[in-house]
């Protein structure tokens, strides 16, 4: 979950790391800290707990050095509080090596031990402190740095990225990763290292990713990859699909301000280049073969928190044009249960990041026990996608708030394209209606501009609920998955309790929750639908009126029930019943900002949380 940079060039390699540390603080930001060498091969470092912001103070207040080689960090704690001492780098060698770590070392006691008993002490609390006394050991038996680590990687269990940098060493930054990301970014007479492209897309946009179990060395005229076993690797190069603009906030007063405004856009890039003759083609499917997406008798959706419930809402879509049936699973849960895996079963992991361990962990199980898995994900060059068989990319451009908005929508945009495609391999839809479909799916971003121009009223509504110590989300089919959404995005960012359910689970339960004044929001399906569950949903609204309660329905404008039974309608423009769900979550992404921007909370780094979720 920690952001990592590294550098070596001519620039001041402070100003550089400090720029990084900015993109990536959305990894983590509960400490900072960088390490920089000086031309004269002295190391400076400074840590710092607190957000980012707190070093860069103290920095301005009491300079460092200045140098072109350097490594920072920003931390999500696991070992150890968020304190000065727990934050990175962390030194070994007597003081001139410094070392950053990403992940976490699963067998840090045993090694711990055994450096106690050949007499070192520590400094802190972390797993990270014995990795970095354990490289500044093989440095000094071995005089070589890329030697050092990589002969203490293999030692290391777990999940791990770690960057290093040797007094004796200066223009060299050794990284090395496993299950852990770090990218390259290839400059002119400089180098750059990252735990993902944003640390580095200001100054380049040509970018290697490092494979599982690599190091890389780089000095500013060169780069340098070899495999834990210290073979030469083959890298190829890619070009990052965004620029440094494009993660910054243009003027918003927050990230997820800004990321709710681009939803339409996301949808629209997502769908761009993949519709001929009005029908959706997925080259990208490819490395699968037409025979597969033929032949799978069952997808299994893996993915955790808002992208597993863009893989509920792919599910009903899935299902419904291709007729293959469609489990979600969380991916913590999936590979520890045994599933029925055959090589008919296609895996489709969700992931906004590539990175999240989990759901990596399981894309690996589920390779290993046969399935083939095709990742849809958001973020060129991280795991999830180089450990696929195929990737189907969203395009909703960078995702810096920490609660996802945009991604969401990207999400369900590529599950319903992958639904439209192999309704159309498959033969189990007719063209003209799979033309339909897909214009349907076109016509979304513009109806989304009208969702967010129609949400006005909510920061009204949000400022009104301050006091709020519950709130419950109801729907029925598509309607349950965004009312899940809308209830995990009150719980990161408002941090008040709410749940979402199934409205027809109701009163088998949840019902015994509602009294006088529990505010209810019900997504309510469109009244225009013969097979529609809207009178069932309206009924719901008037038990729990019953009982007190006061609702806000998120409706389709011009249901004339809502208006009469809810308290509060946020209308929806029309759209068929499974489209629907890609309007509706929208208000509920503003209510949940609006909320927390009422109670001043800061939208974009919820407390305790981290963007990507890179530990198990
Ligand atoms: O990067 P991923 O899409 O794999 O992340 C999955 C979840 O960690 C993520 O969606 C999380 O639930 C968000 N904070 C929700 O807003």
Redesign the pocket.
Same mark, same amino acid.
């Given at each position: 979950m920690c952001g990592i940079v590294g550098y070596v060039g001519n620039d001041n390699s402070l100003d550089v790391l400090l720029g990084g540390l900015k993109r990536l603080e959305y990894r983590g930001y509960d400490s900072a800290g960088v390490a920089v060498l000086d031309p004269h091969g002295t190391l400076h470092t400074r840590k710092r707990a607190g957000k980012l912001k707190v070093l860069v103070d103290d920095l301005a207040t009491t300079p460092i050095a200045s140098g072109s080689t350097g490594i920072g960090h920003t931390r999500w704690a696991t070992h150890g509080g968020p304190t000065d001492g727990n934050a990175h780098p962390h030194l070994g060698d007597g003081g001139r090596l410094a070392l950053i770590h990403n992940g976490i070392i699963e067998n840090y006691a045993p090694l711990k031990q055994e450096l106690l008993d050949a007499g070192d002490t520590f400094e802190s609390e972390t797993d990270t402190e014995v990795a970095a006394l354990l490289v500044g050991r093989a440095y000094r038996e071995t005089g070589d740095l890329t030697e050092a680590l990589r002969h203490v990687a293999g030692r290391l269990e777990g999940a791990f990225t770690l960057l290093a940098v040797h007094a004796d060493q200066p223009g060299v930054v050794v990284g090395a990763r496993r299950n852990s990301p770090l990218v390259i970014g290839l400059g002119d007479g400089e180098n750059f290292l990252g735990s993902d492209v944003a640390a580095f897309v200001e100054f380049t946009r040509r970018a290697v990713a490092i494979g599982q179990d690599q190091l890389v060395t780089i000095r500013p005229d060169s780069v340098e990859v070899i495999d834990f076993a210290g073979n030469p690797v083959e890298t190829s190069e890619f070009e990052v699909a965004w620029d440094a603009s494009a993660s910054e906030k243009g003027g918003w007063s927050s990230f997820m301000a800004k990321e709710i405004s681009e939803e339409p856009e996301a949808v629209a890039n997502t769908l761009l280049g993949r519709t001929e003759d009005g029908v959706v083609v997925l080259p990208e499917l490819e490395p699968l073969g037409d025979a597969l997406l033929r032949d799978i008798d069952r997808i299994i959706v893996i !993915?955790? *928190?808002? !992208? %597993?419930y863009a893989g509920m809402l792919g599910k009903y879509a899935i299902e419904s044009w291709a007729r293959i049936p469609v489990d979600v699973e969380l991916s913590h849960e999936f590979r520890y249960r045994d599933p029925v895996l055959s090589d008919r079963t296609l895996v489709v992991s /969700? #992931?906004? #990041? *590539? +990175?999240?361990m989990d @759901?990596l962990m399981a894309v690996q199980y589920a390779r290993q026990q046969g399935a083939k898995v095709l990742s849809i994900c958001?973020t060129q060059g991280s795991s999830i996608p180089r450990e696929s068989d195929a990737v189907v990319y969203t395009h909703a451009g960078p995702e810096v708030a /920490? %609660? #996802? @908005?945009k !991604?969401?929508v990207a999400?369900v945009t590529a599950l319903y394209l992958l639904g439209l495609h192999l309704a159309l391999v498959r033969g189990t839809q007719d063209r003209a209606r799979l033309q339909k479909l897909t214009g349907e799916l076109h016509d979304v971003p513009a109806k989304l501009s009208k969702v967010l121009e129609a949400s006005a009223g909510i920061p009204q509504l949000a400022r009104w609920m301050t006091d709020t110590q519950s709130v419950l989300f109801l729907g029925r089919h598509v309607g349950y998955p965004v009312a899940l959404e809308g209830a995990?995005?009150l719980k +990161?960012l408002a941090y008040i309790h709410s749940e979402g359910f199934a409205a027809g689970e109701l009163k088998h339960g949840p019902i015994a929750l509602i009294e006088p004044g529990q505010i209810v929001f019900v997504i309510v399906p469109s009244p225009r639908d013969p097979k529609s569950l809207h009178p069932k949903v309206i009924s719901n609204i008037q038990e729990i009126k019953a009982r007190g309660a006061r609702v806000v329905a998120i409706a389709e404008q011009g249901d004339v029930d809502a208006i009469q039974h809810a308290d509060e309608v946020i209308p929806i423009p029309l759209a068929s019943p499974l489209f629907e769900p890609l309007l509706a979550v929208v208000p509920l992404h503003v209510f949940g900002m609006e909320l927390a921007s009422a109670k001043g909370l800061d939208v974009d780094q919820p407390r305790n949380?981290a963007?990507? /979720?890179t530990v198990e």
């Open positions: !993915a955790c *928190g808002t !992208a %597993a /969700v #992931s906004q #990041s *590539g +990175e999240t @759901t958001n /920490v %609660a #996802s @908005t !991604a969401f999400q995990l995005k +990161e949380l963007k990507s /979720v």
